[in-house]
């Protein structure tokens, strides 16, 4: 199991970390997504076939790309 920790500049509130959370979990391999908005972080778990590539692939798709 691979975890990284994505810093997102557009997360401003509890509402923000519910919309990555959402579409991050729909992605096969991903098996949990937390995230702290007054720090603009997500945390994400996953395993294959879900590769950081791809998940940072997602979060540009739904406008909070990663730095």
Request: a negative charge; proline letters at 6%.
């Amino acid at each position: 199991m691979e975890k990284n920790t994505f810093k997102i500049p557009n997360i401003s509130c509890g509402h923000c970390v519910n919309a990555v959370k959402s579409e991050l979990e729909e992605m096969d391999g991903v098996s949990s997504v937390t995230g702290v908005p007054e720090e603009k972080t997500v945390t994400v778990q996953w395993d294959l076939p879900a590769t950081m590539e791809a998940i940072e692939d997602k979060l540009k798709e739904i406008n909070y790309p990663a730095e």
